[in-house]
C-alpha cells in the first residue's frame, strides 16, 4: 500500500510542483490550501504524513496542527513543517506540538525535500 501524504500549502504552484514530485516518487498525495482545509482532508484522507506551511489564509499551520494534536487520531501523524520562516521567527508553540522536521523550502530542493520525507517515514 503507498504512503500517503497531505500538502498544506496556500501557494497553488508550490502544492503542484511538491505533488508532482511525491506522486512519481511513488506516494499518494492530498494538498489542501489552508488550515481548516487541512484538517478536512486529514478526517477524510487519512495521511501518514503532512508537509506543512505556516503562513496561511484562514488557519495558520501552527494553528492547524494545535487542533489536529489535540485529537485523538492526529497524535501519531507525521509532520513536516516547510514554510520559509526561518526558525527563529517560528512560533514558539511548535515546540511542544511534536514537530517531526522543520525545514525551509528556500533552502531545500524538492529531491532534498523527498529525502528528509523518506528520514521522517523510516
Do not use: C, W
Request: net charge negative; charged share 30%; proline share 5%.
Amino acid at each position: 500500500m503507498k504512503t500517503k501524504i497531505l500538502i498544506v500549502e496556500d501557494e497553488h504552484p508550490i502544492a503542484e510542483m511538491y505533488r508532482f514530485k511525491l506522486e512519481n516518487e511513488g506516494y499518494l498525495v492530498g494538498v489542501a490550501h489552508d488550515g481548516q482545509q487541512g484538517l478536512d482532508k486529514v478526517e477524510e484522507f487519512g495521511p501518514s504524513l503532512i508537509l506543512l506551511d505556516l503562513k496561511m489564509p484562514v488557519m495558520s499551520g501552527d494553528e492547524m496542527l494545535e487542533k489536529l494534536r489535540s485529537k485523538d487520531g492526529g497524535v501519531g501523524i507525521k509532520v513536516i513543517v516547510l514554510t520559509n520562516i526561518s526558525k527563529d521567527e517560528a512560533p514558539p508553540i511548535l515546540r511542544f506540538l511534536n514537530v517531526d522536521r522543520y525545514v525551509v523550502k528556500a533552502h531545500h530542493t524538492p529531491k532534498q525535500i523527498v529525502g528528509i520525507i523518506e528520514e521522517v517515514l523510516a
